[in-house]
């Protein structure tokens, strides 16, 4: 039997990780919307723009389920690990407009619903 100090050392860097996606992902969501007003985007684009956030989140955790049972964990945790990975680059530069965004907004927690 291992003790607490024991089981907590061994997903340290599991808890670790996680906290770094979590801090990363709030980071950007707020970046987002400070550059979007500072570029003159309209309220309600900016507020459209990071409901993707929520849209995704809950349409990601409808299609784990059937993405684990169709494809696995392993294979369906790589795709869209890549996928959430690849979105940063696509927002960084806010040269698409503000449906872009939200897209990008979307696609993202998709796939960090099922990582999370």
């Known amino acids: ?7 907590i050392f061994s997903i340290s860097s599991l808890l ?15 970046l987002i919307a400070i550059r979007a007003a500072g570029e003159q ?8 723009m990071t409901s993707g956030y929520f849209l995704g ?7 784990t389920a059937y993405l684990i049972e169709r494809a696995g964990h392993i294979r369906g945790f790589t795709a869209l ?3 959430a990975s690849a979105q940063p680059s696509d927002t960084s ?7 872009g965004l939200f897209s990008g907004r979307f696609q993202d927690f998709v ?6």
Not at 16 to 30: A, D, K, R, W
Not at 57 to 63: K, N, S
């Open 81 to 83: 690990a890549s996928l």
């Open 111 to 116: 796939s960090l619903a099922f990582i999370w």
């Open 93 to 99: 530069s806010l040269l698409i407009p503000s449906h």
């Open 16 to 30: 670790l990780c996680m906290s770094m996606l979590l801090m990363g992902n709030s980071l950007q969501g707020t």
């Open 41 to 48: 985007f309209s309220d309600s684009s900016i507020g459209i």
């Open 57 to 63: 989140f809950v349409l990601g955790t409808l299609v």
């Open 1 to 7: 039997m291992q003790s607490v100090r024991e089981q």
